[in-house]
């Protein structure tokens, strides 16, 4: 199953520790494994000393795009004029990402105890944790998980009797990436088509049903008991000073080893792709990585040196994204594999832009053309071109997303794109 | 089991896809209209019930038919028009029905690099369809999906409410010879 890199799970691990057992599903189970302890010590705290906490122990938001836990509770309103929401963002569909997946399917309480939390900390009355319609066994799961904590009165009128009361709703989607985009996810929770919106405002200042609101990720709220029990020293522990803490690396593609492991931040990518998951079956070499999902920029073989931090992996060229290394080894093929992201981003298009909506869509058309042997020379300086016009123009970064990998592979493996471009036919000498 | 459902959990139920009773209005007994009750206590207005009711509707249903949108415009106030534009949005919802088995085959990039196309062509060719019909049987219906999350098990599909993973073209006729009854049904 592929949990924990090292055996000594004790000591290294803060996600993924009761992984693979499946009594840790229970509340009981759950109980005997210390569970809800740290939100009996947040009951007790008040919201803004939750937040110091969060903010002091560095933790960033694993949704994507890293923003820091503890400063993004701040901007919640310390006097509330009207109800607040907490929206757990469980609608993981990121090309390369199944980490949230697995935190629910095993530890499911896990979850609820760091959304309660986060709820104390930003004066949320109503958590609605948003699922991936798809995600049908972790949904049966999840659910019943929520009703054992409701019934045991961790959830509802007084949280572990202490007068302060927290409801939390589970939301089902109807598959649309979009709705994984904090906006969209809004937008779709107030029961509309998922499109996302132009901020500002700022959901801390107008989210849902046009309250207050934050929006963060399922390993996020995930790391949030571990961090209140244990304070902000601990966590630390780990990881670097910008990026502390550990992190679920979803890796996939040639890989003798797939899975999810929980790190350290730091690590060489390289140690992760040889070491930790055994590189390329059958002793192959690898050619290109997407470091942080499908939506990060290429590195060749020549450039895994780098570390596994936030910093780490922007100085290098790309970026940690939602930490979900696609591999691709040496018998994978460059043109075939973009274009099939880029049909992705194409299909999952909202379609408020007509940059990403268009574009995202010739983008497509072209790299099959060049796929299927068609392709000319000038259909490279179109795609540079219209990663120009893709980047930073619209509602949402979406558009963004498909750049990265885009404009990285012909960059860096120009040579492919080239190999398969419709031989002009030869004049006669 | 008592299909009392926890007001937490009411509007999250996920989609049976095998088809029921099509013909069932959607709030006619006293325990469809708890399960309405329950799901609008969860929300501060009654558009944000929309989403869980087409599930519902599909839950039950199986896909989601004009009527049905209609009786949730009820309900909820909304015009039909809205509703259908929101329930077109949203791949997961049937607007017609499907087979008994949906199979939807993840052919992204991750399972794309693990052979995902052949596991799909598999599928195809064993079930006699095309892609996004459904066989004349009313069994199967075959589909290309998006990533299903479950990348690091390339390939990925997902038939019904159920996941498979690592699935290789080999492994495509046992599959399918487990989705049934012995006879076939
Ligand atoms: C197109 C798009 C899709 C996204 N999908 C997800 C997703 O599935 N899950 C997620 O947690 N964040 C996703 N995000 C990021 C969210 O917008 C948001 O930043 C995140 O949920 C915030 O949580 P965090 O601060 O805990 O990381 C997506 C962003 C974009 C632009
Ligand atoms: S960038 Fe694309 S997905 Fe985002 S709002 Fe615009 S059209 Fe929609
Ligand atoms: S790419 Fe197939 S499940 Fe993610």
């Known amino acids: 199953m592929a949990y924990p890199y090292r055996d000594d799970r004790e000591t290294t691990t803060i996600l993924s520790r009761h992984m693979g057992e499946p009594e840790a599903r229970s509340l009981n189970g759950w109980l005997e494994r210390g569970g809800y302890e740290a939100l009996r010590k947040a009951v007790a705290m ?327 042997g068609d392709g000319e020379p000038r259909d490279l300086e179109t795609l540079y071109d219209l990663c120009d016009q893709l980047t930073g123009r619209t509602i949402c970064v979406l558009a963004d997303s498909v750049v990265f990998p885009l404009r990285s592979s012909l960059d860096k493996f120009r040579h492919e794109y080239e190999a398969l471009m419709r031989r002009s036919p030869t004049v006669a000498t | 089991m008592s299909r009392r459902l926890h007001p937490a959990v009411a509007g999250a139920q996920p989609f049976q896809l095998a088809e029921r009773d099509p013909d069932a209005p959607l709030f006619d007994s006293e325990e469809s209209r708890e399960r309405l009750e329950a799901i609008l206590s969860r929300y501060p207005n009654k558009r944000a019930a929309l989403l869980p009711l087409l599930g519902y509707a599909q839950e039950i249903h199986g896909w989601i038919s004009t009527g049905d949108m209609e009786e949730i415009a009820e309900v909820l106030e909304l015009t039909p028009a809205y509703v259908w534009s929101v329930a077109s949005f949203y791949t997961m919802y049937n607007k017609h029905p499907a087979g008994r088995h949906m199979i939807q085959v993840c052919t992204n990039i991750s399972c794309h690099l693990n052979g995902a196309p052949r596991v799909l062509e598999e599928f195809l060719e064993q079930t006699g369809t095309v892609e996004g019909e459904t066989t004349q049987d009313g069994r199967f219906t075959v589909l290309e999906a998006e990533c299903l999350g479950a990348c690091g098990f390339a390939t990925a599909v997902q038939i019904n409410d159920e996941y498979h993973e690592n699935v290789t073209p080999e492994k495509v006729a046992e599959i399918l010879a487990s989705l049934d009854g012995p006879q076939g049904v």
């Open chain 1, 46 to 372: 008040e919201p803004d000393e939750i937040t110091d906490v969060v903010k002091e122990s560095g933790l960033r938001g694993r949704g994507g795009a890293g923003f820091p836990t503890g400063m993004k509770w701040s901007f919640m309103p310390s006097e509330p004029s009207g109800p607040h929401y907490l929206c757990a963002n469980a609608d993981e569909s990121e090309p390369g990402a199944f980490k949230d997946r697995e935190i629910m399917r095993w530890t499911p309480h896990l979850l609820i105890e760091g959304c309660i939390i986060a709820a104390r900390a930003i004066r949320a009355q109503h958590v609605y944790i948003y699922v991936r319609g798809e995600f049908f066994p972790v949904i049966r799961i999840l659910n019943q998980a929520v009703v054992e904590a409701y019934e045991a009165g961790y959830l509802g009128e007084s949280v572990c009797e202490s007068g302060w009361g927290c409801d939390l709703t589970v939301h089902i989607g109807a598959g649309a990436y979009i709705a994984g985009e904090e906006t969209g996810l809004m937008s779709s929770l107030m029961g509309g088509r998922a499109e996302p919106w132009m901020k500002p405002p700022f959901p801390a200042q107008r989210g849902v049903f046009g309250a207050p609101t934050t929006v963060n990720n399922v390993e996020t709220l995930a790391s949030v008991p571990g961090i209140v029990m244990n304070g902000s020293a601990w966590y630390r522990g780990w990881g670097s000073e910008k990026s502390p803490g550990t992190k679920m690396w979803c890796c996939s593609g040639n890989l003798t080893k797939p899975g999810n492991y929980e790190l350290e931040l730091g690590l060489p990518l390289r140690e992760i792709i040889d070491e930790v998951c055994g590189g390329p079956p059958e002793g192959r070499k690898v050619k290109a990585v997407l470091p942080g999902g499908s939506s990060t920029a290429f590195l060749t073989a020549d450039e895994l040196d780098c570390v596994t931090t936030y910093e780490g992996l922007q100085e290098a060229g790309s970026a940690l994204g939602t930490a979900s290394p696609i591999v691709l080894d040496e018998t994978a093929e460059i043109v075939p594999a973009m274009r099939r992201i880029a049909q992705f981003y194409a299909h999952e298009s909202c379609g408020q832009c007509v940059q990403c909506r268009e574009g995202t869509a010739w983008i497509t058309k072209i790299l099959r053309r060049i796929e299927e």
